[in-house]
Structure formats: C-alpha cells, structure tokens
C-alpha cells in the first residue's frame, strides 16, 4: 500500500516550457487535491476533485488545469510555465467514513520555474 | 470566510524542554480540527485531530484540545527531542471539501 505517489519529485523548467504532474493513490480515495506550497504562505489549493470525473478551482487556479483521469489519479499541467510557479507542489486525497476529512499526502514535487 | 491563525516561527528548544504552538481558528459552524507534521523533505502527514468542543487529540506525546470559547487548538508537548524537529501545521476542515492550513510554524529542538 503505497499511498499516495507523485512524480516527478523534482523538475526544473524554462519560462514558457509545459508539463505535468502526476499523481496517484491506491487507497480508493473519492476526492482528490492539488496543493501549492510558498514560505511563509502554508498550502494553498490549486485545484479539488471531489469525486472520479468532477472537478473545481481552489484558491489559485490561475496558469494551471486538472485532470481526474480516473479515481485513483489526479494530474496538474502547467501549460506556458511562470516563475511565479515555482513552488513545491503536494497532492493530496481524502477517504471515506470517519477519516473523511484527514488529508493523505504525496511527498511532494519541487518546481522551478527559471 | 474561514482562517487559521498560528505563531511563527522559528521556534528554537533544547532537548526535553516544553513545546506550546498557538493555533486560533476562524469559523462558522463545527470544524473539525488538525495538527498536520512535514519533516524535511516529505509532505504533510496527519499528527492529531478533533471532531468536536472539549475533545482532545493526542499522538506521540503530543496534545491538543479544541477550545470552542477561546476557538483555540494550541499544541502541547512536555518534553520535545531533536527529532521532533519539524513544521508544524494547524487546519481546519468545515466538513466539505477544502481544508484550511495555517501558515506552518517550524520547530527546531538543539541537543
């Protein structure tokens, strides 16, 4: 049981350059989480999948799309790369019955944006 | 809407000493309540939570009691080691999907 996986762990783009982040969870979680992390700023919500095929903008959506590819995966494309991006970005999912609302965490990719 | 208030840090400790982190929330409703740990180079993991007023969550010798009066859920540990060295994270989720984080509050625990 591996949890939840995210890579690449690492990426270094150029401004403009695209990508994707991948992630993925096998504990047949329903909804799903896109988190960006700055110092002093905590997590902030990108993107929420609250169920396989549904999906909604968080706190800052802007220069990034989501897709739920199927329940056990939620990806994050950055389509023209900002250095304003650069961050470390974590997903996240959350279960069913009394641990629905604990949050389960990726180790993290971390970002830069030259 | 709903916040999350926590003590910066850093916060710097020697070994067995007392760890207090402030955490006051922002609310409507019932939320329930987290401390979340990130050790170096992880993600988030879930330390405790609480679901209700006058619950305590407590987890490797850490506690924490939701203090609806006050909207508190300050964290608590008697007697910290180097490898509670860490950030910190206080959150509250309001029972749908989003929950809300704190800024984060590092500690650091010298020998």
């Known amino acids: 049981n591996a949890g939840v996986t995210q890579t690449p762990k690492f990426q270094v783009l150029k401004t403009g350059q695209s990508m994707t982040l991948q992630c993925a969870q096998d504990m047949n979680h329903n909804s799903m989480y896109w988190y960006r992390q700055d110092p002093g700023m905590g997590l902030r919500l990108i993107y929420y999948?609250?169920?396989?095929?549904?999906?909604d903008k968080g706190e800052v959506p802007n220069g990034y799309n989501v897709s739920r590819l199927n329940k056990r995966e939620f990806s994050l494309r950055l389509e023209s790369a900002a250095p304003s991006q650069t961050s470390v970005y974590f997903c996240?999912?959350?279960?069913?019955?009394?641990?629905?609302?604990?949050?389960?965490f990726g180790p993290g990719t971390r970002l830069t944006v030259l | 809407g709903d916040s999350v208030t926590q003590m910066e840090g850093p916060v710097t400790l020697s070994e067995e000493a007392f760890l207090t982190i402030n955490c006051t929330y922002t609310?409507?409703?019932?939320?329930?309540l987290f401390w979340y740990v990130q050790y170096p180079g992880e993600g988030l993991q879930l330390l405790l939570k609480?679901?209700?007023?006058?619950d305590k969550g407590s987890n490797k010798g850490f506690e924490a009691t939701y203090r609806k009066e006050t909207t508190s859920f300050h964290l608590e540990k008697g007697s910290v080691q180097v490898s509670d060295s860490a950030v910190y994270f206080c959150a509250l989720s309001g029972g749908g999907f989003k929950t809300i984080f704190g800024a984060g509050t590092r500690l650091f625990v010298k020998a």
């Open positions: 999948s609250a169920s396989e095929g549904t999906t």
């Open positions: 609480a679901t209700k007023a006058d």
């Open positions: 996240a999912s959350t279960g069913m019955g009394v641990s629905t609302d604990t949050q389960y």
């Open positions: 609310a409507t409703g019932y939320p329930s």
